[in-house]
C-alpha cells in the first residue's frame, strides 16, 4: 500500500469514527473484508483501499482505526 492511499484511507476512517464511532466503524470495515461494504463508510469508490490495508498491512480493523486515531493525536 502506497503512502498516498495509505493516508486517504486514514481520512476516510478519521471522519467515520468522528460520525458514526468506533464501534460502527469496526462492523462496516468487517463486513467490507467479508465482501459486503456497506455503501456510507466503504463504498464502491474507496472499496480498494480497504482491500489494500486489509491485504498489506492487517485484516484486523482495530489496527486500522488505532492507526488513524494515532495519526490525529487521539488514543483509544
Do not use: C
Not at 17 to 40: F, L, Q
Not at 51 to 72: F, G, H, T
Amino acid at each position: 500500500m502506497n503512502e498516498q492511499n495509505r493516508q486517504q484511507l486514514v481520512e476516510i476512517v478519521n471522519a467515520a469514527v468522528a460520525r458514526h464511532g468506533e464501534k460502527t466503524v469496526t462492523w462496516s470495515i468487517v463486513d467490507a473484508n467479508n465482501g459486503r461494504p456497506d455503501g456510507y463508510i466503504v463504498t464502491d469508490a474507496n472499496l480498494h483501499l480497504f482491500r489494500q490495508y486489509r491485504n498489506s498491512v492487517s485484516p484486523n480493523p482495530s489496527v486500522l482505526i488505532q492507526e488513524a486515531l494515532d495519526s490525529k493525536g487521539v488514543s483509544a
